[in-house]
């Protein structure tokens, strides 16, 4: 199957925070693919603006080395990479400081094209950059900005980022990027819903025993320990990914496929979500693995303070107080150093309410697992008779679509942040949060944090290369079920 690309209208994007590591080891690798592959026009430019000293030959240098290093092409066709490369420019720039931006408004002026800011920078910078765009006259009503997570670290801390940003650009200029969403299987989770007959009559508590949303790590917090410490499993892959997640899973069908019909489907149900109780949340802080200490340390050790109390890991039981999931629990499920690096929602589906084939057939129930990564697909766990004499004995089998085989292997990959930065140039804002849906999910994450540092918890240990801490099955057991193992 060959994908049909569509090339986006001319444009310029100014990627503040262009040296950094975001940028070379995504961004612009991602927009040589989208060069490479016709998508991105000759007339394009891109301009990388940050602290660092150099030319905009230094900077074409400097990219080249980031392409070869993480671009994933290998030998690019011949004349490609000098062609994108010829399209880059470069301003050393002051966020905080005036230095710089009359170069950059004097590259910026007059193109007619469409104007993109990407604050890959630390958010305490975004205020600065939104105020001196606007200063400068970058800031008009047709220029978009990007800006990274984390989207403040609780509520009152995101209320305050969105209402700086609204002080330069409107709701619909703002384009807050999560990268789970860019994945392929992440969209396909919705065409999978809306788009077949077969599945939308069963998506409901009548039918479904649970859902369970896991996304799992073998990596440790590595140099991002100071980083991580401040936040932990909850703000960094909880109130952002795992949430998104949910929401997809969980949402009423929108009346359209438009951004704000499909972002007023998912703010529903984050105010529709029920408190955690606190028996209802497990904590934890991976430990050294056995025999290599030395390179795979223990989490407090990693972020070099022994009595940290932030879990690496973390699992949870909610409810969604609708008509369409009343009484059918969602177990969420994050952590580093788990057994395998495997990000998956299981749609479990109830057992049949009587068997005709007595009880040595056993009890079989369908499971819908749609794997967000490795190995991006989707599978149907289907109950079959198991082949041979000797009776009815029922078995489970999938029907599998792994997407590099079902939709041939070499079907061109792109990457979520590709998708991503052309919605951008496009003007899509489907797959971006909202403002308003970014504070509903504070609202609802901030009691659960605050509720554990008031009552002193301190997160239980748990074996690196396991699937995390012991009480995490304890939450499952007692409802009388069992999470899905994390396997690759």
């Known amino acids: 199957?060959?994908?049909?690309?569509?090339?986006?209208?001319?444009?310029?994007?100014?990627?503040?925070?262009?040296?950094?590591?975001?940028?070379?080891?995504?961004?612009?690798?991602?927009?040589?693919?989208?060069?490479?592959?016709?998508?991105?026009?000759?007339?394009?430019?891109?301009?990388?603006?940050?602290?660092?000293?150099?030319?905009?030959?230094?900077?074409?240098?400097?990219?080249?080395?980031?392409?070869?290093?993480?671009?994933?092409?290998?030998?690019?066709?011949?004349?490609?990479?000098?062609?994108?490369?010829?399209?880059?420019?470069?301003?050393?720039?002051?966020?905080?400081?005036?230095?710089?931006?009359?170069?950059?408004?004097?590259?910026?002026?007059?193109?007619?094209?469409?104007?993109?800011?990407?604050?890959?920078?630390?958010?305490?910078?975004?205020?600065?950059?939104?105020?001196?765009?606007?200063?400068?006259?970058?800031?008009?009503?047709?220029?978009?900005?990007?800006?990274?997570?984390?989207?403040?670290?609780?509520?009152?801390?995101?209320?305050?980022?969105?209402?700086?940003?609204?002080?330069?650009?409107?709701?619909?200029?703002?384009?807050?990027?999560?990268?789970?969403?860019?994945?392929?299987?992440?969209?396909?989770?919705?065409?999978?819903?809306?788009?077949?007959?077969?599945?939308?009559?069963?998506?409901?508590?009548?039918?479904?025993?649970?859902?369970?949303?896991?996304?799992?790590?073998?990596?440790?917090?590595?140099?991002?320990?100071?980083?991580?410490?401040?936040?932990?499993?909850?703000?960094?892959?909880?109130?952002?990914?795992l949430m998104q997640l949910l929401c997809l899973i969980a949402m009423e069908p929108p009346a359209r496929f438009d951004p704000d019909a499909v972002r007023d489907e998912k703010l529903k149900v984050i105010r529709a979500l029920d408190p955690v109780l606190p028996h209802h949340i497990m904590r934890g802080q991976y430990e050294a693995e056995a025999g290599q200490e030395g390179t795979h340390p223990s989490y407090r050790e990693a972020v070099g303070d022994p009595r940290s109390k932030t879990e690496s890991f973390i699992a949870l039981k909610t409810q969604i107080s609708n008509w369409r999931w009343s009484g059918t629990p969602f177990y969420l499920r994050t952590g580093k150093r788990m057994a395998a690096r495997s990000s998956e929602i299981s749609v479990v589906f109830k057992e049949t309410p009587h068997s005709i084939f007595g009880p040595d057939a056993g009890q079989h129930r369908n499971v819908l697992s749609i794997r967000l990564q490795p190995n991006e697909g989707i599978t149907l766990g289907v109950t079959i008779k198991e082949p041979g004499p000797g009776g009815m004995r029922l078995i489970n089998v999938p029907l599998d679509m792994t997407f590099a085989e079902a939709l041939d292997d070499d079907a061109e990959h792109v990457d979520a942040y590709e998708r991503l930065i052309m919605d951008v140039i496009r003007g899509n804002q489907t797959l971006f949060m909202r403002g308003d849906e970014v504070e509903a999910a504070w609202a609802w994450t901030d009691p659960i944090i605050h509720g554990w540092e008031a009552r002193g918890e301190v997160p239980k240990p748990y074996d690196s290369g396991s699937n995390g801490t012991t009480d995490s099955h304890e939450l499952m057991r007692r409802d009388g079920r069992e999470w899905r193992k994390v396997s690759l």
């Open 1 to 241: 199957m060959v994908s049909r690309v569509i090339p986006v209208d001319p444009f310029d994007l100014v990627i503040f925070g262009g040296t950094g590591d975001l940028a070379r080891r995504k961004i612009l690798p991602g927009l040589f693919r989208r060069f490479i592959a016709g998508q991105m026009p000759p007339e394009a430019r891109i301009i990388g603006a940050a602290r660092t000293d150099m030319d905009s030959a230094g900077y074409r240098e400097m990219i080249a080395g980031a392409i070869d290093e993480f671009g994933g092409i290998g030998t690019p066709p011949t004349g490609t990479l000098d062609a994108f490369l010829a399209q880059l420019e470069y301003v050393t720039i002051n966020a905080k400081g005036e230095a710089g931006w009359a170069e950059l408004q004097e590259l910026m002026k007059g193109t007619g094209r469409v104007e993109a800011y990407y604050f890959s920078v630390a958010p305490s910078l975004f205020g600065d950059l939104a105020e001196r765009l606007q200063h400068w006259g970058m800031a008009d009503v047709d220029a978009r900005i990007v800006v990274e997570k984390p989207f403040g670290r609780d509520l009152a801390t995101a209320k305050a980022l969105n209402g700086t940003l609204a002080k330069y650009f409107n709701e619909d200029q703002i384009y807050r990027i999560d990268h789970y969403l860019g994945k392929e299987t992440v969209q396909n989770l919705m065409a999978v819903r809306f788009g077949n007959m077969l599945f939308e009559p069963l998506w409901n508590a009548q039918y479904v025993d649970h859902i369970q949303i896991t996304v799992a790590e073998t990596v440790g917090v590595g140099g991002r320990g100071e980083y991580y410490d401040k936040s932990g499993a909850m703000r960094d892959m909880v109130q952002n990914h």
